[in-house]
């Protein structure tokens, strides 16, 4: 697989596909099942090192699942200690341990994207690439979701800028708002209001770009509901699949409106989020923002897919 390409296979077949171990695995424990789906099908000798991120202010819903994934690698495994209300916190643990790999040959990164908050995966991203090195790699699997809950969250906490994406907002410019929209309509609605953006940007993942018909069906009643509440909102498509397409659009998007400060909140699929991150390090004057929400539909969340997705992120890393 080149750099920035993507593949999409049946879950059982990727730990066959995957070359070049071992890996160093990058995962997060959840409350969802599907924190499980791709890293127990590993063979562990493939795996140099395990870091099991868990967020531990959930640690009464996600605590189970993280005994599961230490017992599948053993001493490979290392407990990574993030927290929903404190990026700060995960970052520092995280650079921690990235540092203790910061000498000897290049690595080989494998990160399951799946069950990250989006703003712990982009905080993740921005501390690969600024202790990455010369032949570093990183494959990010990500495995969709078959449903979801007719709720995933409900509420929000602080709205923060992400860490690593501070943007470069000029006093005197208005703010224009780019929002990849999801199902958690609330959330959006609510960050929209927080900001109140001169112009607000509404991506939509397009039908051949999501995850199924069946969830692109049911993203549209949502991005239509939001739609129907603002005033002064720019529509555009992007892609659930693949972070390329996804840089591309939220590129061309801001340059409509270039005289404008930009702030992008990354609300669908992982993959999508990855794409936010790349757009940033391509423009650093980009912001990227996340609203934290106050509760989260544990019990109901997800339910996993048979499939995933798996891409060549290479290009996060600085040249």
């Not at 940007?201 to 991005?223: A, D, M, P, T």
Request: hydrophobic share 40%; aromatic share 8%.
């Amino acid at each position: 697989m080149s750099s920035g390409t993507y593949k999409r296979m049946p879950l059982a077949e990727a730990p066959g596909w995957l070359a070049s171990p071992p890996y160093i695995l990058i995962c997060s424990s959840s409350f969802e099942q599907r924190c499980l789906s791709f890293p127990v099908i590993l063979d562990p000798s493939a795996i140099s090192k395990a870091l099991v991120c868990q967020n531990e202010d959930l640690l009464e819903v996600v605590g189970a699942n993280t005994e599961r994934l230490l017992a599948t690698f053993g001493e490979r495994a290392t407990l990574v200690q993030l927290r929903t209300d404190n990026p700060l916190c995960g970052a520092d643990n995280i650079q921690r341990v990235l540092e203790q790999f910061s000498s000897g040959t290049c690595r080989n990164f494998l990160i399951d994207a799946t069950t990250f908050t989006h703003e712990g995966l982009l905080i993740l991203l921005s501390l690969l690439r600024r202790n990455g090195k010369v032949g570093d790699t990183a494959l990010i699997v990500y495995n969709p979701a078959k449903r979801y809950a007719d709720w995933l969250s409900k509420g929000i906490g602080e709205i923060r800028s992400v860490l690593g994406y501070p943007g470069n907002p000029r006093p005197s410019r208005k703010c224009h708002l780019i929002v990849l929209t999801g199902y958690e309509v609330e959330r959006a609605g609510m960050l929209i209001d927080a900001y109140e953006p001169a112009v607000v940007s509404l991506g939509l993942g397009g039908k051949k770009e999501s995850v199924s018909e069946e969830l692109y069906e049911r993203n549209i009643q949502f991005h239509g509901r939001l739609r129907e509440k603002l005033k002064n909102v720019d529509e555009f498509a992007f892609s659930c699949v693949d972070a390329n397409v996804t840089k591309r659009a939220i590129e061309e998007q801001i340059l409509k409106f270039k005289d404008y400060n930009a702030v992008l909140a990354p609300m669908n699929t992982k993959i999508s989020s990855v794409g936010a991150a790349m757009a940033s390090f391509a423009d650093e004057s980009l912001q990227l923002c996340y609203a934290q929400a106050q509760h989260y539909n544990h019990a109901q969340y997800s339910v996993p897919s048979d499939d995933c997705i798996i891409f060549d992120a290479k290009g996060i890393f600085r040249e």
